[in-house]
């Protein structure tokens, strides 16, 4: 009794290789993405005048520099500009 295989043997039922359906012969390549614009000389210069402005009026605030008491308001005026400058580095190119 011969032995069953799971594969028939090469050569002896397929002689030709299949041919390739019209589909796969072209793949769709989309066109290439637009590069973003760079941005302008001076919008790296604004984000690091608001993060090391908005941490100079912290430190200028615990220090008691700023004239008068230390206020929250000093506070959150240099948090508020900290966001500002990551909210625009992250928009930089």
């Known amino acids: 009794m011969p032995l069953c295989r799971a594969f028939p043997r090469p050569g002896r039922y397929h ?6 359906s019209k589909s796969k012969r072209r793949t769709y390549q989309p066109p290439p993405r637009k590069k973003p614009k760079p941005s302008p000389k001076w919008y790296g210069v604004v984000i ?17 520099l700023l004239g008068g008491p230390a206020k929250n ?18 928009q930089w190119r």
Not at 56 to 62: F, G, K, Q, T
Not at 73 to 90: E, N, P, Q, S
């Open 73 to 90: 308001l000093y506070l959150f005026v240099g948090l508020g500009m900290i966001a500002l400058g990551f909210l625009g580095a992250t």
């Open 15 to 20: 002689r030709k290789a299949m041919p390739k």
């Open 48 to 64: 690091l005048c608001l993060l090391f402005g908005g941490a100079l009026i912290i430190v200028l605030n615990y220090l008691s």
